[in-house]
């Protein structure tokens, strides 16, 4: 599985709600939304600042994260950022691959 951060910040419409409904059923509905896609929410917290809500959560693939994305903003409840997130082997393992990348003027 691979690990995004969702960052969502609330809609007036959304921050309605929120009141309404309380916290704790918002991370209910966003656990069922992951387990729904294959995935698992690992951890949940409501955040003061330009982001309202942030999400650590392991989803299958790009698409589940994507569906979970378009999901969550066609509500109309808030926007979200999707961010996939690597470990540090999975760093190890780009920085030791060879690509064909050269900068500009550097050659060709």
Do not use: W
């Amino acid at each position: 599985m691979a690990k995004f951060l969702v960052t969502a910040s609330y809609t007036e419409e959304g921050i309605k709600g929120l009141r309404k409904s309380g916290g704790t059923q918002r991370e209910h509905v966003v656990r069922l939304a992951i387990e729904g896609l294959g995935g698992k929410l690992e951890a949940f917290y409501f955040a003061l600042g330009p982001d309202d809500a942030i999400v650590l959560a392991d989803l299958p693939d790009a698409v589940a994260a994507a569906a979970l994305s378009l999901a969550v903003t066609a509500s109309g409840a808030a926007r979200c950022r999707t961010t996939p997130l690597l470990t540090p082997a999975d760093m190890d393992k780009a920085a030791s691959t060879n690509t064909a990348y050269r900068a500009p003027g550097s050659g060709s």
